[in-house]
């Protein structure tokens, strides 16, 4: 890998990469800069110039108590949603490792519903766990209120995590499933010998040496769970982020004051701190866990 | 301690068969070596007999206890992987101690039984070392000791030398022999080294294509081969093999325009037949040229204490080993001699053995286990 091939020429390579340029420039960079300088600024709703106001938007966000609630919302999403999708996952990756007859056909099945669109999950799932006609109708005619999502935000909230877990479950699963087929088989054997059943051997050898996979799947679905396009999707479609603020997860928060409040300046405010917390998270995790990981 | 019998055992994924019929009994305490080529089904019947493996057919028994439906960690088997096998996430105290932490085995009690097992196999200082930061042969040592730790009834080595480099191999080969004597043990080690199964064997098991092929003692087995295929097997070079036909009237052997004398019980039991006579390297002697059978030096390899020469005989290569004093160069003109009684007798077509009585010419088949039927087959 010493010899390398060279442009000789600069606008050679350059015409290549533009395209690509264009793109990022046109689709991440503008916005990005925009929303820095609308985080700023005060945006008129209906066009106009914009006046510059220093921190006043950030202080008007951090005095919103709604703005607290839609973090923790956001933070027990983000969190019951990694836990759930990964423990889930994993579960159905150890069961498929397993090849016993028929393993193909259900490894085929629980990736399926991930190829479905988060909205059109939530809207399934809607009727699915709805209080009157779905499967929980019969447990509410005993009941009376044991679920009903359209009542008590803890139970939207728990309805809403459901779908993104049922979706993403597939994702963690894919990556799990190849993770586990890279343990060697000697060594689920040799503990097998040591007289390891197969439960115990999951615990012992296999999940420790999925730490990579594990810490890997960490990182995303958190940052899937915060600001993932289907984290707003699945909250639309499903709860309108209600009831009573009960599933406003922040991505919602912002889309609606931005786009249904016309508080452009507002949303781009929580959009950084969105992006702040992110990048606080992704930190946080690379520096106190991956640590833990064996890579060898 | 505890015996083995392998009755009938038959293994085949899907349709294709791996294992067709194999029969076996080794004693308590024996060091039994099953030798063979890759592919010949010698790992899959140690898997199958620690229970890595499901049984198509027939029976394996440990100590008087059928174990076919047994899970591995019910038939008292510990194993040596190939590959080690060891757990990179833990420890070598832990790796050693597994099996034990999976027993319930008390703390305290696990720790000194640890620390026991890795003085024995020389680990008493790299307790706390991860297998990535150990060299080659003492992650082997490690495999041991974990094998050991369990005190188990029977050992089963997976061709545990393979990844070694070849001074490390010679030093771990006499350390499981020592093991053995220490533990007595009834211990089954895999390979297609045969200088592992001749110095390592109480008892050998020669395997081809899914069959026994033969079983006994190692001198045995080096002495009397019971085919054509053990007998090219075992010995370094092979031992030279050539198809004849046996004169009704001469005692000789004709191939080609080569008379070759032969024992005149074997003339007058074989008399007009087809056979192929074997003979190895250490027993051919090389003459000046006129004398015994004529043969050109093909190439010589030189192995320092003597040398292997390589000669044009007949339309065949044969080896001789001969003493570093007789210089012969590559094209020389030389007589071959080899020796009548030291010479083997083949079946032509099923290279089964052919054992002659030399006092009535009376002709005997050699005892090998279940060795008629699976000659038609292989051939």
Known sequence: MDKRAVFRSWWLPTAFALPQLALIALFFYWPAVAVVRWAFTLEPPFGGSAEFVGLANFREVFADPLYWNSVLVSLTFALAGTLSTIFIGLVLALAVDRQLPGSGAVRFLYILPYAIAGPAAGMAFRFILSPERGLMASVNAVLPDFWNPAKYGSHALILVIVVFAWKWAGYTFIFLLAGLQSVPKSLTEAAAMDGSGPIRRAIDIQIPLLAPTLFFLTVIMMTEGFVGPDTYGIVARTTDGGPNHGTDVMVYRIVEEAFRGLNYSGASAQSIVLIGLIMIFTFIQFRFIERRVHYK | ?379
């Open chain 2, 1 to 379: 301690m505890a015996d083995i019998t392998i009755r009938a055992v038959r293994k085949s994924y899907g349709k294709t068969a791996t294992l067709h019929g194999i029969d076996l009994a080794f004693a308590s305490g024996e060091f039994v070596v099953i030798l063979g080529p890759s592919g010949c089904g010698k790992s899959t019947l140690l898997r199958m007999i620690a229970g890595l493996e499901d049984i198509t057919g027939g029976e394996i028994e440990i100590n008087g206890r059928v174990v076919n439906a047994l899970e591995p960690r019910e038939r008292g088997c510990a194993m040596v992987f190939q590959n080690y096998a060891l757990y990179p996430h833990m420890t070598v105290a832990d790796n050693i101690g597994y099996a034990l932490k999976v027993a319930g085995v008390p703390k305290a009690e696990r720790r000194t039984r640890i620390a026991e097992t890795a003085r024995i196999v020389g680990l008493g200082d790299y307790l706390e070392r991860k297998p990535a930061a150990l060299s080659g042969g003492q992650r082997q040592r490690v495999a041991m000791a974990r094998a050991i730790i369990r005190e188990p009834g029977v050992f089963l080595f997976d061709e545990p030398l393979s990844n070694l480099d070849a001074t490390l191999r010679v030093t771990m080969r006499a350390e499981i022999r020592k093991l053995h004597q220490r533990l007595s043990a009834t211990s089954v080690f895999v390979t297609h080294d045969q200088v592992e199964a001749m110095t390592l064997a109480d008892k050998l098991v020669v395997m081809n294509k899914g069959h026994v092929e033969q079983v006994g003692q190692p001198l045995d087995i080096y002495h009397r081969p019971a085919s054509t295929f053990v007998a090219s097997f075992i010995g370094a070079p092979p031992m030279n093999l050539i198809d004849c036909s046996i004169d009704a009237t001469d005692a000789v052997a004709r191939h080609e325009h080569l008379a070759i004398p032969v024992p005149a019980a074997i003339s007058a039991a074989l008399g007009g037949r087809a056979v192929t006579l074997g003979i190895r390297p250490e027993e051919c002697r090389v003459l000046p040229v006129g004398q015994g059978l004529p043969a050109r030096v093909d190439f010589v390899e030189e192995l320092g204490s003597g040398r292997i020469v390589h000669v044009a005989f007949g339309s065949r290569i044969f080896a001789a080993a001969i003493p570093a004093d007789i210089r012969v160069v590559p094209g020389d003109l030389i007589g071959l001699a080899l020796p009548e009684a030291q010479l083997h007798v083949f079946h032509r077509e099923t290279g089964k053995r052919i054992d002659v009585t030399h006092s009535t010419g009376r002709l005997g088949r050699h005892q090998g286990q279940d060795a008629a039927p699976q000659a038609a087959e292989a051939v």
